[in-house]
């Protein structure tokens, strides 16, 4: 087995299994033990897993969620770089749906002047979007506090009846192996829908969510395109999974 494969099979064993012996990686894969110890490394050093006594485990979840506020003064260079790419994927006549989120908050000002219409979850962005003059349908469901959004299966609901060219999201973590993740099962769930109702996503991140799990699978990689900021080594990591358009 090539070394690419035994690293595919690892990431998938640590995906669905807190542990991972040793035992059971060598038994998959055929290698010998000194073989996955020099792999466990390479992934570990990759940011893929952590290695524990006798095997692997995948990094810690994250759990708590910082709140919009918290969030709206970080990385704003990042943001505004990630969001100004993202705008240039927006054409006219496009119906474009726009997550929740401070990075997202900031594509707004990049669609001035565009003939388009936005469908979104959040109250920030329809303020905003209401002020630049955009064409809005804001989806309902139950508000939460922190994300300020539109979340749950109401939600939900509300998007069944929409068909976006383009929806662009964010999220709190991305891992080779867990895919696309956020802390709340009641938002991942609609982030979910917009990619099933989307030709076409792209998730937004700044470069601390990479190599990131939080406690709700929303989609795998291969379900969306990555806009990011980050090394040229941390994107091309997760080019064998989707497209990464990196900002840097």
Known sequence: ??????????????????IVKMQEIVER???SE???????TRLEEAGYLRRVHGGATANHMQIDEPSYLEKSD??????????RVAAERIEDGMYVY???GTTTLAIVPYLEGK???VV?????????LLYHRIPTFVVGGQLKHSTQAMVGFNAREGMMIYHFDVAFLGMNGVHPAHGFTTPDPEEALVKKTAIELAKRTYVLVDETKLDQISFSKVAPLE???IITGTSQEAAAKYRQFTEVVNVR
């Open 74 to 83: 970080r990385h704003i260079e990042e943001k505004d770089a990630i969001a």
């Open 120 to 128: 979104t979850n959040s109250l920030p962005l329809a303020n905003t």
């Open 1 to 18: 087995m090539l070394t690419k494969q035994r690293h595919q099979v690892i990431l998938e064993l640590v995906g669905r299994n807190e």
């Open 98 to 100: 726009l997550d929740a």
């Open 223 to 225: 379900a969306a395109s």
């Open 34 to 40: 000194s073989t996955i110890r020099r792999d466990l």
């Open 115 to 117: 003939m388009i219409t």
């Open 29 to 31: 894969t055929g290698a």
